[in-house]
């Protein structure tokens, strides 16, 4: 699939943008923030100082720094791009030195507990407008970054109830500069939706690349050499970040354990029918599922192409 950002905008929507936290969303973040001249200025910090110096060999940002409150005191947007658990101490940290009526945003892949902890730790000045891109890949770090990830890829809001529109719109005309599509919902239904799209998903490719590595009677050997048979794509997700996961693990807990529920249930169905040599069941599922992914190709939230279409992207969009 050949995806483009559009030309770079007349007016920027923000003067300044602090991103927190330069892995592989905040690289992407602010590669693509640059390539559309959605930003004025760019500032980077990160508790790494390889990472900010590979930042800054990248060309990423205008300035780095790993001192919060230095990042934020002249931001007019302030990206969170850390790991979900490290928001409530990011926020403690910024919090006296936002400047009045800046904007805070995060990327989070949990909106619920987030939105909790940054409203107990902003000042009352701050505009808070939680977002969760619905894009990435396994990889991590500056260098895992491309312009190209949020094209056509939704981007979730979860404001709070009484959160200033105008900061909600800005935020919104960010994401689709990114090339993004936007959608707004409660956080908690935002939690519900992505454990059984995202979350779920990602339990069980690590579970089942545990159990194979575990087996006593198939040797590791023969799971390498035959991955082709479905374990190698199970292989790519389990292969995501351990922090960043087990951070969605901790801070969605309950939309998990609800979700996983109902999966344990639809599997001891399908363990029936198994035992019972039940072809016709077994058949309609098969023939439901493969109609969900048509209906995802269709959509253009995945190519038919091997290897999800993933390498014709980065190749057509350069890392920076
Ligand atoms: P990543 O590549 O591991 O980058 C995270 C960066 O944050 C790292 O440079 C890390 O530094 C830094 N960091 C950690 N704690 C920090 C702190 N207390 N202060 C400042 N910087 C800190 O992770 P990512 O994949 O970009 O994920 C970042 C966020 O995006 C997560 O909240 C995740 O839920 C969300 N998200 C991820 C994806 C995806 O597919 N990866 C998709 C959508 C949303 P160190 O290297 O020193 O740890």
Request: net charge negative.
């Amino acid at each position: 699939m050949v995806e483009r950002l559009g030309p770079p905008l007349d007016e920027p929507i923000f003067d300044e943008l602090a991103i927190i936290g330069v892995g592989l969303i905040g690289s992407s973040v602010a590669r693509a923030a640059r390539k559309r001249n959605a930003v004025r200025r760019i500032v980077l910090a990160d508790r790494s100082q390889e990472t900010l110096a590979r930042a800054a060999d990248l060309t990423l940002g205008d300035e780095t720094t790993n001192e919060l409150k230095v990042a934020v005191r002249n931001a007019d947007c302030v990206l969170l791009c850390a790991p979900v658990g490290a928001n409530e101490e990011i926020g403690g940290a910024i919090a006296p030195a936002l400047k009045a009526g800046a904007i805070v945003s995060d990327v989070g892949s949990v909106k619920g507990a987030v939105l909790s902890a940054l409203q107990a730790a902003l000042p009352a000045h701050a505009r808070l407008v939680p977002a969760h891109p619905v894009a990435g890949t396994e990889q991590s770090g500056p260098d895992a970054g491309f312009a190209a990830l949020f094209i056509n890829r939704w981007c979730i809001l979860t404001p709070p109830e009484r959160a200033d529109p105008k900061a909600v719109e800005r935020v919104r005309a960010f994401w689709e500069a990114l090339g993004s599509h936007v959608q707004t919902m409660s956080a908690e239904h935002h939690d519900l939706v992505l454990a059984i799209t995202s979350h779920v998903p990602h339990l069980i490719a690590y579970n089942i690349v545990g159990t194979a590595a575990d087996l006593e009677e198939v040797t590791r050997s023969e799971v390498i050499k035959f991955s082709a048979g479905g374990f190698r794509d199970f292989t790519r997700i389990a292969a995501s970040d351990p922090t960043m996961w087990r951070d969605v693990f901790l801070y969605n807990k309950d939309a998990v354990l609800e979700m996983l529920g109902r999966f344990n249930e639809d599997l001891t169905a399908l363990q029936r029918m198994i035992r019972r040599g039940d072809g016709d069941g077994l058949f309609d599922l098969f023939t439901r599922t493969r109609a969900i992914r048509m209906g995802i190709v269709a959509e253009g939230q995945e190519t038919s192409a091997p290897d999800f279409g993933r390498r014709g992207l980065q190749a057509d969009e350069p890392a920076s």
